[in-house]
């Protein structure tokens, strides 16, 4: 069993930054794929990077640039640097492990970033 902890969510200003982190349980971290999604009011959660453990990265259109995902196997963290947000960045940011070899998802319970504009 997996449990995810996110943090670093917040209140930020139109080209401010954040960053988020989540902090997994459990073993197999290190071969897992972690990453990020975000779900915005009326909005279906979507992808905004994931890292495979093969340091392969994927990133959403709307933040590549901007955002950096990283991963510390020693740590079992995965951090998310978000620079020049903007107020579509305004969301619950969900943390997301998948182990790939069964096919199961874990999430997290989100941590909220709202950008005012």
């Known amino acids: 069993q997996v449990q995810l902890v996110e943090s670093g969510g917040g209140l930020v200003q139109a080209g401010g930054s954040l960053r988020l982190s989540c902090v997994a349980s459990?073993?197999?971290?290190?071969?897992?794929?972690v990453g990020w999604y975000r779900q915005a009011p009326g909005m279906q959660r979507e992808l905004v990077a994931t890292?495979?453990?093969?340091?392969?990265?994927k990133y959403a259109a709307s933040v590549k640039g901007r955002f950096t995902i990283s991963r510390d196997n020693d740590k079992n963290t995965v951090d998310l640097p978000m620079r020049r947000l903007v107020f579509e960045d305004s969301a619950l940011y969900y943390c997301?492990?998948?182990?790939?070899?069964?096919?199961?998802?874990?999430w997290g319970q989100g941590t909220l970033v709202t950008v005012s504009s």
């Open positions: 890292m495979t453990a093969g340091d392969l990265r």
């Open positions: 997301y492990l998948l182990q790939w070899w069964s096919g199961v998802e874990y």
């Open positions: 459990g073993s197999k971290f290190d071969i897992s794929t």
